[in-house]
Each structure stands twice: as C-alpha cells, then as structure tokens.
C-alpha cells in the first residue's frame, strides 16, 4: 500500500466513523426529546389519578377522570 493509499483509506474511514456519530448524537437528540414527552406524561397522568382518589375519598366522585 502506498503512502497515497493509506491516507485515501485513513480519511475515508475518519469520514465514515463522524458520519456514524453524528447519526449517533441526532438519534440521542431525539430519543431525549422523546423521553421528556414520556415523562410529561406520566406526570399527569398521575395527577389524574391523584384528583379522581381525592374526590373519590372526599365523596364527590363522578367518575370521569376528566
């Protein structure tokens, strides 16, 4: 392998490997969002839950969650 080579075959393998990486880091970038929105979730969700127990021990349950 020439000097010509291995620098061809050098660069493209840097190139391929900040490819991956930057794939890598849109990909955590988007299951971050993903997890906050989760995390949204169930935290009303479970204020939810808690109002429909307040008002069922409070006796005004209508039964909707809503």
Do not use: K, W
């Amino acid at each position: 392998m020439t000097p010509q080579e291995f620098e061809t075959r050098y660069r493209e393998q840097i190139r391929d490997i900040l490819n991956q990486l930057q794939s890598a880091m849109a990909t955590s970038s988007q299951l971050e969002h993903t997890i906050t929105d989760i995390g949204a979730s169930v935290q009303l969700l479970g204020r939810d839950v808690e109002r429909y127990l307040a008002e069922q021990q409070s006796g005004s349950g209508g039964g909707s969650l809503s």
